[in-house]
């Protein structure tokens, strides 16, 4: 099944506003990962968050976690229609030894219009 | 950041055939490496995990016979979809890590699409 769940599912801006995906799981993690994915082509890796951090920024990235409530946002600013592209969190936990896995939640599908 | 290859990027297949993906490392040892299946719109599902020289760790539902992977170097992983049909038409990714990084600090190839006519 699948551990991170993104909303919503798909999100239609305008240049320059901003842009929120969420993202809960169930489980615990070791780290939570965004990644982006543009149709058709692989995923690039974008920010990596730490279960004991609360926030990250990478330019115009801004990723929060909240363990509490198992969840993360991704916050894309001043958006470009170029960050038009499917966003992926992925949490990664244990999967035994020294093997850590990651799971994909559905994603959320983000067109920025010109 | 550390580059990896995947090849072919497309391929078309008659039902029946055996096609093989490889997956390399260009400028890294991988010691893990993950081979993941996309459908259209939908997330990635993780297939198998294989460290170098040991024999690929499959999840649950995925059939290991139908799905070969070999790690046999630090540096490649091949995947082998054997016997394809018209349901093994997919986007399979892989993505490798290595000593040194962060948990879970994976690097993903292109992917690459099949398609079983």
């Known amino acids: 099944s699948q551990q991170g769940e993104e909303d919503p599912q798909a999100l239609s801006i305008q240049e320059g506003e901003n842009a929120t995906m969420n993202c809960s799981y169930k489980?615990?993690?070791?780290?939570l990962q965004w990644y982006r994915q543009n149709s058709g082509r692989g995923l690039v890796h974008l920010i990596l968050?730490?279960?004991?951090?609360r926030e990250k920024h990478s330019g115009r990235l801004r990723v929060t976690l909240d363990t509490s409530k198992k969840s993360s946002s991704l916050l894309i600013t001043a958006s470009r229609a170029a960050d038009t592209a499917s966003y992926f969190c992925?949490?990664?936990?244990?999967?035994?030894?020294?093997?850590?896995?990651?799971?994909f939640g559905k994603g959320t599908l983000l067109t920025v219009n010109p | 950041g550390a580059v990896v290859s995947q090849h072919p990027s497309w391929v078309i297949c008659k039902s029946g055939t055996s096609v093989k993906i490889e997956c390399r490392s260009l400028?890294?040892?991988?010691?893990?490496m993950f081979w993941y299946r996309q459908f259209p719109k939908q997330s990635l599902m993780l297939m198998a995990t294989?460290?170098?020289?040991?024999?690929?760790?499959?999840e649950q539902g995925v059939e290991k016979d139908k799905f070969l992977i070999n790690h046999a170097s630090l540096t490649l992983s091949t995947l082998t979809v054997t016997s394809a049909h018209p349901e093994d038409s997919s986007f399979y990714i892989c993505?490798?890590?290595?000593?040194?990084?962060?948990?879970?600090?994976?690097?993903f190839g292109e992917g690459s699409r099949l398609t079983v006519l």
């Open positions: 968050i730490r279960s004991n951090e």
């Open positions: 400028d890294f040892q991988a010691t893990t």
């Open positions: 993505s490798a890590s290595g000593q040194g990084g962060s948990p879970g600090e994976l690097f």
């Open positions: 294989s460290n170098e020289g040991s024999k690929a760790t499959y």
């Open positions: 489980t615990s993690i070791n780290n």
């Open positions: 992925a949490t990664c936990n244990s999967g035994g030894g020294s093997n850590y896995k990651l799971t």
